[in-house]
């Protein structure tokens, strides 16, 4: 029904920067809220950041201050600017969102399939 994928995940140095993107796609009528999540092995996924189909954000205190989340309504596209990586960031990033499919009209949540990101000099 709805695909979330996510890109821009990768190895980069301490201090450094990605940005993650991610695409819905499929049967949407609409999107509301959308989330980037991440997980380390051995550890509950937790909230990075998240995005109202608005535009009002919150963050992780984590990464409040180094990270930005966007959108583009357009193109059904949720961004992470990560700057200041710190080797604690390392993680599986995860894309969600509150997806309003079109048949039958109904309110699903979704995932992505996770990109890595490793910070490590």
């Known amino acids: 029904q709805v695909q979330l994928v996510e890109s821009g995940g990768g190895l980069v140095q301490p201090g450094g920067s990605l940005r993650l993107s991610c695409a819905a796609s499929?049967?949407?009528?609409?999107?509301?809220?959308m989330y980037w999540y991440r997980q380390v092995p051995g550890k509950q996924r937790e909230l990075v950041a998240a995005?109202?189909?608005?535009?009002?954000?919150n963050y992780a205190n984590s990464v409040k201050g180094r990270f930005t989340i966007s959108r583009d309504n357009a193109k059904n596209t949720v961004y992470l600017q990560m700057n200041s990586l710190k080797p604690e960031d390392t993680a599986v990033y995860y894309c969600?969102?509150?997806?309003?499919?079109?048949?039958?009209?109904?309110?699903?949540?979704?995932w992505g399939q996770g990109t890595q990101v490793t910070v490590s000099s």
């Open positions: 969600n969102a509150d997806v309003v499919i079109t048949m039958p009209r109904m309110l699903n949540n979704y």
């Open positions: 995005i109202t189909s608005g535009g009002s954000t």
């Open positions: 499929g049967s949407i009528f609409s999107i509301g809220a």
